[in-house]
């Protein structure tokens, strides 16, 4: 009986290793899934290049930011949830950040995978428009 237990989990094992690999391939980051992200939060507020043409008031556009000239910009980016006014709104589920301070628009909750989505989009973006 316990040999069969063994045995089985072995063949478990075995049968889930293609999966694996296909789950690890499935990993890379996905611009496209980036580009929905954006289009489903960061538009709220932000003007995303196709997506929209108006973002609020003060807001920077994706545009602007991945041509700024700073050198940080991309930083920025993959840390936009603990930049202001980000915190606010953003938790991130791996990190179990908490929302800080009130409420002051609606929450969006992303996984570190949907940041690496983000990223592949922005440097597609940053491709587009970035002067060499
Ligand atoms: C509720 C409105 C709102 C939403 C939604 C929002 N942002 Fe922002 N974001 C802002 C504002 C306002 C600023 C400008 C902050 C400043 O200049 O102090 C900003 C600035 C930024 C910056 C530059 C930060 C810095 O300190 O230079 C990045 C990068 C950024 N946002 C990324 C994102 C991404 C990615 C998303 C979607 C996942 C997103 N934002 C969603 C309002 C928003």
Request: with cysteine; hydrophobic share 45%.
């Amino acid at each position: 009986m316990g040999k069969f237990k063994k045995a089985r989990g072995l063949v478990l094992v075995v049968a889930a290793l293609p999966a694996l690999a296909f789950e690890s391939r499935a990993q890379a980051p996905d611009a496209e899934r980036g580009k929905q992200i954006a289009s489903s939060h960061c538009a709220r507020c932000h003007v995303i290049p196709g997506r929209n043409n108006m973002g609020i008031g003060s807001t920077p556009s994706f545009k602007i930011m991945v041509q700024s000239k700073s050198g940080d910009w991309r930083d920025k980016f993959e840390a936009f949830f603990s930049l202001a006014p980000h915190p606010a709104f953003v938790t991130i589920k791996e990190l179990r950040t908490q929302r800080s301070g009130p409420a002051i628009a609606a929450p969006i909750v992303l996984s570190l995978r949907e940041i690496d989505d983000l990223m592949a989009y922005v440097d597609i973006l940053a491709a587009e428009y970035r002067k060499p």
